[in-house]
């Protein structure tokens, strides 16, 4: 079974310009997690999207970021225009519905990022 | 609002040696508690994890934590360390009435030959 997977998996863009991040959970994951971990800082969470609504979008950072995941499948990320703070590693990651397994916890499967460089 | 502590961002260890990263949560109810791993150039991977079962949990490679909640510590340690252990190691935490997962800053282990 494929693992969470993101592409790029890395992107150099100047300042000011606009990229895209793209995120394909694992099969039949409902929930889409987005994280950031801004250089030699803690990994920072972003936003969650349940199918195709998002649950909880408290750690997006301002609205340069939009976040999309239509039809509920593959998500997008994109930074417009970008800054040089914008610069770091993004994570997806996703899991199954929780109320499936209410006992137990649902794991959250990471892909391996996306490095992202504002010069 | 819960939040974990990692202390030290770097750890070396010799071949061999005990391994002990330090991790402490701040939540007003036990939560859910996470190690992960990432290896260079490769995503986050779970090495274990504490869900109110047994406190002193095993995981992948050899390694285990042991839930204390009087000191809310989720300590990992592996007895003998292995130079493939060279790896970024991040501590994790959720409530347990959701998955909004939020982490450590991360400590970063050496295994010295």
């Known amino acids: 079974e494929a693992g969470v997977t993101q592409f790029p998996s890395h992107s150099v863009i100047e300042k000011g310009q606009t990229v895209t991040l793209r995120c394909d959970p694992i099969s039949g994951h409902d929930n889409l997690y987005w994280y950031r971990r801004v250089m030699g800082k803690e990994i920072k969470f972003l936003l969650h999207f349940v199918k195709e609504s998002k649950q909880d979008e408290s750690g997006m950072p301002n609205n340069r970021f939009l976040a999309e995941r239509t039809g509920g499948t593959y998500s997008t990320l994109k930074v417009q225009p970008a800054e040089l703070e914008d610069s770091g590693v993004y994570f997806c990651a996703s899991s199954q519905d929780i109320g499936l397994a209410a006992a137990d916890y649902n794991e959250q499967f990471f892909g391996p990022g996306t490095r992202l460089t504002v010069l | 609002a819960q939040s974990v502590t990692q202390l030290g961002s770097h750890v070396s260890v010799s071949e061999g040696a005990l391994v002990l990263l330090r991790c402490n949560y701040s939540s007003s109810v036990p939560p859910y508690l996470f190690w992960y791993v990432q290896y260079p150039n490769q995503g986050l991977q779970l090495l274990l994890k504490?869900?109110?079962?047994?406190?002193l949990v095993k995981g992948i490679n050899g390694f285990e934590a042991e839930f204390k909640k009087s000191e809310t510590s989720f300590h990992l340690t592996k007895p003998s360390a292995h130079m493939s252990d060279a790896a970024e190691y991040f501590c994790a935490v959720t409530p347990r009435d959701n998955n909004d997962m939020r982490f450590g800053a991360g400590t970063r282990l050496t295994v010295k030959p």
């Open positions: 504490y869900t109110s079962a047994a406190t």
